[in-house]
Structure formats: C-alpha cells, structure tokens
C-alpha cells in the first residue's frame, strides 16, 4: 500500500501546522511569563493538544525554542538551485531567499526564539549541541545538490566545517541582544560562510580531490 500521494502530504502538513502553532502559544506564553515560569500544561491548554501530542512534537519544553523551522527551509531551497556553482554560494542564497521571503510574523518569531536562546542559560547551553545535530541535515542537502552520497568524505568535511562556522559566528555574538542583533548575526554568519568559501574550500563539492592543498597562500 501506497504512504505517499495526497493524504501523506495533507498529513504532513497537519503535523507542521499542530507543531507549528505549538511552538508560537509556548513562545506568547514565554513572552508574557518567563520562560522557568511557563508550564508544558500551560502550553497544551493553550493550543488545546494533549500532553502525548505535545511531546510528540517536543521532547522538552527547551526543544520548542532550539527547533527553528528555517534549518528545513534552507535545505528544501539548496535542492531547488543549480548544482553548477559552488554548495557554499548555494547555501547563502538560500539563508539569504529565506529572509528576505519571511513574512513579518515569521521574523519576529524567529527573533523572540533567538533572544530566549541567548537570554536563558539552560537554552544557551544546549544551543552549540543542537546546532551540531544539523550536520546530516546538511550532509543530506550537499550530497543533493553536488551528486554525490551524503557519506561522502568531502561532503561531510563541508558539512562539519559550515556548522563549525555557525556554532563560532553565534557563539561569539551570543551576548548580543540589542536592536538589530538578528540582522547582525546573519551579516558575520554570512562573511563567514564566504572566507570559508574563498579560503578553505575554493573547489565545488563535486570535483574529484586533486590531492594537492587548495588554501590561498
């Protein structure tokens, strides 16, 4: 029997849609009371799910703040774009398209969960770990895009070094939350991803390894 076809995809956007409006009543809530304040029962009665569906979607009241629904985006956008350039120049476009296409609603969520992760010690913690787990994502979304297996040691090296990148960039400005720190975040994330790009792995993902060091000297 068949899982995929319509139903599947209306399922599945009814599990993004139940996570989804999980994750912005916790948000409110958090907003409105703190977030050690906020009780997973709260939660639930608020978006009137159960606690069983609720930590179906999150095992942890921390995990509503740590998922960011942008990480997917991303992803999704990176298999749509011409396997020609290079997988960096790729994955900043799409950070880029990912932004400039976010409605006002989903910005300002996505800046209330970054000042929680930075504001909360539990969170902060927890972020440069969460953030690591997304290399399979990644690995995922390079092997696409270049052709090549997601166990592939080049793809997984680029994999390792991009999240490498982003866990330094937001751990050095972690303590930024003024105006703008979101804005600010994304600029040294993306010149980031650009030195990495230019310096480290000038060659496209894939090429075959020459062997030969490709640093500029």
Do not use: C
């Amino acid at each position: 029997m068949s899982t995929g076809g319509p139903e599947a995809s209306l399922r599945a956007r009814k599990k993004a849609k139940t996570k989804s409006a999980i994750q912005r009543e916790a948000l409110r809530l958090f907003d409105e009371q703190g977030y050690e304040a906020t009780t997973v029962e709260e939660i639930v009665d608020a978006v009137d799910v159960s606690r069983a569906t609720f930590f179906r979607y999150f095992p942890t009241k921390a995990d509503i703040v740590l998922h960011d629904v942008g990480d997917l985006l991303v992803v999704q956008a990176m298999k749509r774009l011409p396997a020609s350039g290079h997988p960096i120049d790729s994955l900043r476009l799409s950070i880029q398209r990912l932004f400039d296409e976010a409605s006002e609603a989903g910005l300002s969520l996505n800046r209330r969960r970054e000042e929680l992760l930075r504001r909360v010690p539990e969170l902060r913690a927890r972020v440069p770990g969460h953030m690591a787990q997304a290399i399979p994502l990644l690995a995922t979304a390079l092997a696409a895009h270049s052709g090549r297996s997601a166990d592939d040691v080049d793809v997984l090296t680029m994999s390792g070094a991009i999240i490498g990148v982003a866990i330094a960039i937001w751990t050095a400005t972690a303590d930024d939350v003024s105006d703008g720190f979101v804005h600010r975040h994304l600029t040294l994330l993306d010149l980031g991803l650009a030195r990495l790009r230019g310096e480290l792995l000038p060659a496209p993902a894939h090429d075959a390894p020459t062997g030969r060091a490709t640093g500029h000297h």
